[in-house]
Each structure stands twice: as C-alpha cells, then as structure tokens.
C-alpha cells in the first residue's frame, strides 16, 4: 500500500514541487544521489574507484518532454564520458542510459530518436574505452527497450540490458540473451506493475529471480546480478561456482548508498561489484522509488522535509 503510494507520487507534479525544494544536501538525498553536477559525479566515481569498486553513472532526468532535453541528456553523457576518460575513470567507470531520457516516449519517432541518441552516447562510450548499459523502465517500454538494444548490438555487442524478475515474461528474455557476448543486468524491477504482467509477491518475485539468474549463469553471456538480497548474493554466489564462473565471469551490482558495507566486503572477496552512481538535479523519481523499496527509510525522509531550511 505505502509502496503503490509512494510510486504513484513518483509521477506526481504537485508532490514533486514540493519534495524537490529540498537541498540536494539533505541527509535522504545525498545518501542515494552523488550530487547535482558532472564534477560532483566524477569525483565520487574517482572515491569509490580507489576503494576497489566499479561504477555505473546514471544520469537522471526521465520523462522528457520534447527533443531539445533528449539532445541535451545525449550531450550530457557524451561530456561525462570524456571527463571520466580524461580523469582515468574509464574502464571501471561505465554509463547507464534510460531509453525515457533520450526521447523513447515522445509521439510519433521516439523510438527511433531514442535509438540515434544511444548509438552516439555508445560511440562515445567506446571512444573512452568503456560501456553503455541500457536500464529498464516500466513493462510498456520493454518491448521498445530490447529491440533498441538489439539494434545497438549490431554495433556495439558490449551494451548491456537490464532485465527485471517481477515481469513474468523475464525468463524467456533471459533465455533470449544469454548468448555469447550478451551483457545481462538481472534486477527484481522498481516500477508499480499490474499483475497481469507482474508478480505481485515478493516471494514469487524472488523465486523468479533465481530461476533467471540460472539461465543467465549457465548460458553463454556476462550476467550482472543487480541486488542487494543478502540471499539472492549467495545464492548467485553458488550458482557462479557450480558453473565454473570464477569472479569477473560474472559482476555483482548495487546502488549507491545501499548496503556499502557488503560492496566493500565482496570487493576484498575478489568479487567485481558495481555500484550505481545517479546523480543530476532530476533526482525525484529516483527518489521515490528507493523509499517505495523500503518503508525505514520514509521515517528519515519525513525528518529531512521537516527540517528543510
Ligand atoms: P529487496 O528490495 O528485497 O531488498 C533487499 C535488501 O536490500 C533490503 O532488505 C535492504 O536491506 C536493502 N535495500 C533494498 N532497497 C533498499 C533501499 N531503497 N534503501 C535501503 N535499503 C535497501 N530497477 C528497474 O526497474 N530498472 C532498472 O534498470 C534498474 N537498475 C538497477 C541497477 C542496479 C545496479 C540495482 C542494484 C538495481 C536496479 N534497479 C532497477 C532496482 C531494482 O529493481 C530494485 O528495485 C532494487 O534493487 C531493490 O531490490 P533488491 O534486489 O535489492 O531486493
């Protein structure tokens, strides 16, 4: 219930409005967002790089809403790829691109703008020595979503899909992806889906998860295990082994501020870990859909609105 709230205001103008006149310095968001600038996403990338972590940049700013702010979000990572290049954050510093923020949901060619928008940030990815993994909105842009990637793939086999354990359809996809060269994000999916196309309960979430992450694991591509399921860890964990996926065959993935402690502690382990670094001055719906994840963390927000100068 609080969830299906919280996610609904994730699309709300006038909650927005007013969460938003909080400083990006507020205890709740500078716990899940690197900063408002390129700089400040740079130097948190170069602090998490020296700690033995890898990176991927998320610039926010879904939901645009004409072709200028597409062209200027493509602009945007083509900047952050050359900082990061020029910073020597390339290769353990890649991107993640939201098909939404270059123009997927604009009338008429969205799609095809948003597919021109991600071959150019892919170009400059390469041209920086590292990649571009596409993240995955809600169910009605899959389709869009994985034929824009197998449209980069002809040029560019290093770009990653996220696929998401809540849809019912994911298995399949896995089956489809997991070939040789194929980069897999595997997450249990944010957005508020109906259960026509969903599972509803966690727990059948999470068992579908692990029947995905068997048919990444044992296929041919590079699975990425995007959780912080301190079970679903250990159970890819062994999946790996029984493989024969020694670390790096495989990466582990988790958001920025969410369970630092265990990045660091797969990190010395030998494990490659990813961490998920957003940051930009669109941080709202990000926002809303952390603390959908997890009711403990509405109490801090409630004191950061309060205490709002
Ligand atoms: P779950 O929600 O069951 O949480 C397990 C444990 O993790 C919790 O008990 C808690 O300890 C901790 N935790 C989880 N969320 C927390 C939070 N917000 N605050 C504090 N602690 C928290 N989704 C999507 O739809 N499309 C996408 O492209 C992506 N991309 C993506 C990339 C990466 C690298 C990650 C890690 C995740 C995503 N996601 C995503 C989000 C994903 O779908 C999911 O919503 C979150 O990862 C939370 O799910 P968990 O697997 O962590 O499990």
Same mark, same amino acid.
């Given at each position: 219930m609080v969830r299906r709230t919280l996610?609904?205001?994730? =699309?709300?103008?006038?909650?927005?409005?007013?969460?938003?006149?909080? &400083?990006?310095?507020?205890?709740?968001?500078?716990?899940?967002?690197?900063?408002?600038?390129? /700089?400040?996403?740079?130097?948190t990338t170069g602090t998490l790089v020296d700690?033995?972590? /890898?990176?991927?940049?998320?610039?926010?700013?879904?939901?645009?809403?004409?072709? /200028?702010?597409?062209?200027a979000t493509v602009g945007a990572y083509i900047g952050l790829l050359d900082e990061l290049a020029v910073a020597g954050l390339t290769p353990p510093a890649e991107v993640s691109v939201k098909?939404? %923020?270059?123009?997927?949901?604009?009338?008429?060619?969205?799609? =095809?703008? /948003?597919l021109e928008g991600a071959r150019r940030i892919c170009q400059a990815a390469r041209n920086a020595g590292t990649t571009v993994t596409l993240d995955m909105e809600d169910h009605t842009t899959t389709d869009s979503t994985l034929s824009v990637v197998h449209e980069l793939r002809q040029d560019f086999p290093e770009t990653g899909a996220v696929l998401q354990a809540y849809l019912r359809r994911t298995e399949s996809d896995c089956r489809e992806l997991a070939v040789a060269g194929s980069r897999v994000r595997l997450c249990k999916g944010a957005y508020d889906e109906p259960a026509s196309v969903a599972f &509803?309960?966690?727990?059948?979430?999470?068992?579908s998860y692990v029947r995905c992450l068997k048919i990444l694991m044992s296929g041919e591509g590079y699975p990425m295990v995007a959780t912080?399921? &301190?079970?679903?860890?250990?159970?890819?964990?062994?999946? %790996?082994q029984q493989e024969g996926r020694a670390p790096?065959?495989?990466?582990?993935?988790?958001?920025?501020?969410?369970?630092?402690?265990?990045?660091?502690?797969? %990190?010395?382990a030998g494990h490659l870990v990813r961490v998920y670094v957003p940051?930009?001055?669109?941080?709202?719906?990000?926002?809303? =859909?952390?603390?959908?994840?997890?009711p403990a963390n509405i109490a801090f927000f409630a004191r950061s609105l309060v205490s709002r100068s």
């Open positions: 996610l609904s205001l994730a =699309r709300s103008g006038r909650a927005k409005q007013l969460v938003t006149t909080m &400083p990006i310095s507020s205890g709740i968001v500078s716990r899940f967002v690197a900063g408002e600038t390129t /700089a400040a996403a740079c130097q700690s033995g972590l /890898a990176v991927s940049l998320d610039r926010l700013g879904e939901d645009i809403r004409d072709e /200028a702010q597409a062209e098909l939404s %923020a270059v123009g997927q949901s604009l009338p008429g060619d969205g799609e =095809r703008l /948003a &509803p309960g966690k727990a059948d979430v999470d068992k912080h399921d &301190p079970r679903l860890v250990e159970i890819a964990g062994t999946l %790996a790096g065959d495989f990466e582990y993935q988790m958001l920025f501020g969410i369970r630092p402690q265990e990045q660091q502690r797969l %990190a010395t940051y930009g001055q669109e941080w709202y719906g990000y926002l809303m =859909r952390r603390l959908a994840e997890r």
